[in-house]
C-alpha cells in the first residue's frame, strides 16, 4: 500500500522560512512526479509547484522566487523549501504523487494517483 506521509508543518512568523518534507513508502518505483498543493477551509485546492522525475519544476506564480521544490528519486522523498513567507501562505499543505511521467508540468489533479493526508502551515504575528 502507498503512503504520503508530510511533515515539517507548524506555526511560524511572516518572513520566516519552513521546509515541508513527503516520503512515499509501499513502493519499489521511481514515482513521476511530485508535487505541493494547498488548501484554505472553504477554497480550492492549488497547486503551489510540482517536480518531475527528471528535474524539471513548476511554480505557481505566487510562490515563484521563494519556494523551491526538490526531491531525491531514490527515497521518493520530496521536500518544499518555503522562505520569505506571510501570513497568505497559511494552508494545508497536500504532497501528491504520481505512478508515471508526463511530457508536461502542468498535470491536472486526476494525474496524482497518490496523496498525502495534508500538514498544516501557519504563518500568524
Known amino acids: 500500500q502507498v503512503q504520503l506521509v508530510e511533515s515539517g508543518g507548524g506555526l511560524v512568523q511572516p518572513g520566516d522560512s519552513l521546509r515541508l518534507s513527503c516520503a512515499a513508502s509501499?513502493?519499489?518505483?521511481?514515482?513521476?512526479?511530485m508535487a505541493w498543493y494547498r488548501q484554505a477551509p472553504g477554497k480550492q485546492r492549488e497547486l503551489v509547484a510540482t517536480?518531475?522525475?527528471?528535474?524539471?519544476?513548476l511554480y505557481a506564480d505566487s510562490v515563484q522566487g521563494r519556494f523551491t521544490i526538490s526531491r531525491n528519486n531514490a527515497q521518493n522523498t520530496a521536500w518544499l523549501q518555503m522562505s520569505r513567507l506571510s501570513v497568505t501562505d497559511t494552508d494545508v499543505y497536500y504532497c501528491?504523487?504520481?505512478?508515471?511521467?508526463?511530457?508536461?508540468?502542468?498535470?491536472?489533479?486526476?494525474?496524482?494517483?497518490?496523496w498525502g493526508q495534508g500538514t498544516q502551515v501557519t504563518v500568524s504575528s
Open positions: 509501499g513502493i519499489s518505483f521511481t514515482l513521476g512526479h
Open positions: 517536480i518531475s522525475s527528471g528535474g524539471n519544476t
Open positions: 501528491a504523487a504520481s505512478r508515471r511521467s508526463y511530457p508536461s508540468q502542468r498535470l491536472s489533479e486526476s494525474k496524482y494517483d497518490y
